[in-house]
Structure formats: structure tokens, C-alpha cells
């Protein structure tokens, strides 16, 4: 069974979470664009405010054997480089302002389990970073955070979600935006989202980026459609996608299609995926996923089998074993045996 999709990846994380309370009125200055002062007008009369701060994290490392044409490998990996997803932790919070508005915010830092360094470049969170205000109408945010294309493919629409075994990532424009504006609106199961990245180049658009979305999260079946494109690259993409559930196995598809206009590198890179999710009990998961990738007329097709098992709320056991068929690299195969906790 398919999991409800949360506002971010981090949400579904922090199963069991510390809480932490505090009573603060913490100060934001030069941060009132005109959406954010209309969001906080109906709260300008509020009283005591309630404030949380939740500390989360997950961790996915795994032992994986690897068969190429250079020779075989035994290494120690960690979620980000090949697992369900890269170990991380993090701050998230809300502040009740009255009148059905909160302020938010959410930091969250990648690291690789196997050798302690940090992801995303070396910042200190990478992952997202961002601050905004939320009511009934949606949530509006502002700072490093996960694009809207994201969420439509990996999140909703892939068979493995998140995970870096996916090709999902060659076709989501770096996925976490700097310098990005985000509203998301929420009408029952329909999300709809909007992203803007400022390219900070003085007197010209280029580099900036955009993307916008629309899912539907229900049951037994979901969908979503998602395109964005980054200004002065010609780098377009288009996902769509959905599933269906028929009692304890879950069916997916989805389909990237990038673009680079005019020709940079790659012209065309489409991606369709399949896969099936069988939970015949609930502390057993298994995935098989096929995906099928062109790049200007070459062809590369991966397969993965994965068998998960919770062996509480916390912590998970999982074997994965895989194999990538490409004419010009040749064929990958590979296995792992890893282990995922959450706190």
C-alpha cells in the first residue's frame, strides 16, 4: 500500500520524532515580499504564540557487490550514491500566529554515512533550508527547497520513489532550487505547486528556473503532470504519472521526457518507468521496477528487485539486487544488503 504523500520527503522520515516546545517570537527581517505580508495580515491581531521544533533523521547505508567490464567491487554505500534515499537530519517547525496562519520553516542537512562528509556540495543543509507562512490556502516559502517536479515524478509516480537506484534524477533540473519561491495549495486529495528560482544575474532572466504541478493523491489511484524549465539553457521537462492500488500491491508508471534547446550535450533524454509494490504483510515490502532510458536514439534498461523488512517502526533490513544493460557502457549488475533507520 502506497503511503499518503507528505509536504516534504523529511515529514515521512521523522516516524517517532523528538519534540521540542518552546515559547519564543522570533524576528525575520527585510522578508516581506507582498504574498508573505497577505498571508500574515489575518494573524497581525494574534496573541500568544505556540511554537515546535521537531529534531528528525534518516540514516541508509548498505554493503554492495558490483560486476562491469573493468572488473568486480565491494564497497560500503550509502543511500545517496545507491539506496532508497541519502541519510540526512533535521529541523522542522510552526509557530501558531492565529487566525488559522503558522509560521514554518525546515532545515535539513545531507551527509554520507560511509565517510561522514557532507552532500550537496558541502553545505550545511543542502538538503532544504527555507522559512514561509501557511493557512487554509496553501503554504508559501522561501529558500532552498525541493522543486515542483520533484514531487510529480520521484514522490508520486516512481516505483521506487526517492531512490537514488532511479533514473528519476536526469530529468528534475537539480531537484532543490537555491534562491526559490514555492506555493503549494491543497484542495482535498489535488496538490498544486509552483517554484521560482531567481538566477541573481543582474539585467537578464538566465539561470533562473521554473516549474509548476498538479497531483492527485487519493485512493485507489493518483496521478500527477509537471514541467519546468531553467532560462537561457533551452533545459525543458515534462513528467507525468500515476498509480493504482488493487488491496496490498500497488502498480506505477511514469515518463520523463528533458529536453536541451538549442542542442547542449544531450538533445533528447526520455525515461518511462514501471513497477509493482507487493506488501503481503505489513512488515514486508517488495519492489520490482523496470525503467527503459533513450538519449538521442541510445537506449539503456535497467531492472531492480528490492525486499524490505521493518523490523519495528524504526529500522528497516533490506536486499536489493539490479542489472543496467546499455550497447555503449555495456552491462552493470549489482546486489546490496543495507539497513535504514529513522528517528
Not at 10 to 36: E, G, N, V, Y
Not at 65 to 87: I, R
Not at 196 to 201: F, L, R, T, V
Not at 251 to 267: D, F, I, M, S
Amino acid at each position: 500500500m502506497r503511503n499518503s504523500l507528505p509536504t516534504t520527503l523529511s515529514k515521512t522520515m521523522k516516524t517517532s520524532a523528538t519534540c521540542i516546545s518552546l515559547r519564543a517570537s522570533p524576528r525575520i527581517s527585510r522578508i516581506a515580499p507582498a504574498a508573505l505580508l497577505a498571508l500574515a495580515s489575518s494573524a497581525s491581531h494574534a496573541q500568544v504564540a505556540s511554537t515546535s521544533v521537531t529534531l528528525y533523521g534518516f540514516i541508509d547505508s548498505s554493503l554492495r557487490y558490483q560486476q562491469t567490464k573493468a572488473g568486480n567491487s565491494l564497497s560500503v554505500v550509502d543511500g545517496a550514491e545507491l539506496g532508497w534515499a541519502g541519510s540526512r537530519w533535521g529541523l522542522i517547525g510552526s509557530e501558531d500566529l492565529g487566525g488559522g496562519v503558522k509560521a514554518i520553516f525546515n532545515l535539513e542537512n545531507g551527509f554520507s554515512l560511509d565517510n561522514g562528509q557532507l552532500n550537496q556540495g558541502g553545505r550545511l543543509f543542502g538538503r532544504t533550508a527555507y522559512v514561509g507562512l501557511s493557512n487554509s490556502f496553501g503554504e508559501l516559502t522561501l529558500g532552498r527547497q525541493y522543486n515542483a517536479l520533484y514531487y510529480a515524478g520521484s514522490w508520486l509516480s516512481d516505483p521506487t520513489y526517492v531512490s537514488s537506484w532511479s533514473p528519476s534524477g536526469n530529468h528534475q533540473l537539480n531537484y532543490a532550487w537555491d534562491n526559490a519561491v514555492v506555493y503549494t495549495g491543497r484542495y482535498s486529495d489535488f496538490i498544486g505547486r509552483l517554484s521560482y528560482a531567481a538566477g541573481e544575474q543582474a539585467g537578464t532572466q538566465h539561470g533562473s528556473m521554473q516549474a509548476a504541478s498538479l497531483m492527485y493523491n487519493g485512493r485507489p489511484f493518483g496521478a500527477a503532470i509537471a514541467y519546468g524549465g531553467i532560462n537561457g539553457s533551452g533545459q525543458t521537462t515534462f513528467t507525468a504519472g500515476g498509480y493504482y492500488e488493487i488491496g496490498p500491491v500497488t502498480a506505477q508508471l511514469v515518463h520523463y521526457h528533458t529536453r536541451n534547446e538549442p542542442y547542449t550535450g544531450t538533445r533528447s533524454l526520455i525515461t518511462n518507468g514501471v513497477g509493482v509494490i507487493y506488501v503481503p504483510v505489513p512488515a514486508w515490502e517488495l519492489t520490482a521496477a523496470y525503467w527503459r532510458t533513450t538519449a538521442d536514439g541510445a537506449v539503456d534498461n535497467k531492472f531492480l528487485a528490492v525486499a524490505r523488512y521493518s523490523l519495528s517502526k524504526r529500522t528497516k533490513l533490506y536486499v536489493e539486487a539490479d542489472t543496467d544493460r546499455n550497447p555503449q557502457s555495456g552491462r552493470l549488475s549489482g546486489g546490496q544488503a543495507g539497513m535504514q533507520y529513522s528517528f
